[in-house]
């Protein structure tokens, strides 16, 4: 089945613990993506990748950290976490253009 | 100003009526433009995609795009209870940046 998967899906954290979320795809997309998605903000995309070893910064990357060793994997690290990420986070991939993303469950994120 | 403006509703409407749900957007550049919709809980999916200008229709489901205007909408026939939910619009540019900019969703609620 092709998907996106997301772990953990929950996560409660404490402020400055340093914490990873995993993404990965079985679909050989070469475009990945995160987004949080905020009440009343919608989503925004904090870093994408078109491919492997190519990451660039979305519209609110600070705070956060990815990287793309391979092309199924994308993960988001969080060095220093603080109560203002607090989100809903989201993983997506695609082909390239990224006009048909195909999102993650989600990771309900919330630091203390 | 938000580079993409939604109004968030909620919109409520009977089962059987034509929706009608729309985005404004600033940045001329955009040419790609998704219509995404997110039930409770779960991630975005997607339900349509136009590049540059015109129509598309899928089934009960059409997406215009007016560039001059830089205004796009999805409308929805005969809606059903089942299409309660979250609408996202997304856009994208072309030429290599690919970086995807979402509206903050409009949620519906189609009442039976």
């Known amino acids: 089945e092709a998907q996106v998967t997301q772990n953990p899906r929950y996560l409660i954290t404490v402020t400055g613990k340093k914490l990873t979320v995993t993404c990965s795809q079985n679909?050989?997309?070469?475009?990945m993506s995160w987004y949080r998605q905020d009440p009343g903000l919608g989503l925004r995309q904090i870093y994408y990748?078109?491919?492997?070893?190519?990451?660039d910064k979305g519209d609110v990357p600070e705070g956060y950290k990815v990287s793309r060793k391979e092309k199924r994997n994308f993960p988001l690290i969080l060095e220093s976490p603080s109560p203002n990420q607090t989100s809903l986070y989201f993983c997506?991939?695609?082909?390239?253009?990224?006009?048909?993303?195909?999102f993650g469950p989600g990771t309900r994120l919330t630091v203390t | 100003q938000k580079e993409v403006e939604q109004d968030p509703g909620p919109l409520s409407v009977p089962e059987g009526a034509i929706v009608s749900l729309n985005c404004t957007y600033s940045?001329?550049?955009?040419?790609?433009f998704m219509w995404y919709r997110q039930y409770s809980r779960k991630g975005p999916e997607l339900l349509m995609y136009?590049?540059?200008?015109g129509n598309k229709e899928d089934g009960r489901f059409t997406a215009q795009v007016d560039k001059s205007s830089k205004y796009i909408s999805l409308f929805i026939r005969d809606s059903q209870p089942s299409d309660s939910a979250t609408y996202l619009c997304?856009?994208?540019?072309?030429?290599?940046?690919?970086?995807?900019?979402f509206g903050t969703g409009t949620k519906l609620q189609v009442i039976p």
């Open positions: 997506a991939s695609s082909l390239s253009p990224p006009y048909e993303q195909y």
């Open positions: 679909m050989n997309h070469e475009y």
């Open positions: 990748s078109m491919n492997v070893e190519v990451t």
């Open positions: 940045n001329s550049a955009f040419q790609y």
């Open positions: 136009t590049y540059s200008s």
């Open positions: 997304a856009m994208s540019n072309s030429g290599g940046y690919q970086k995807v900019t």
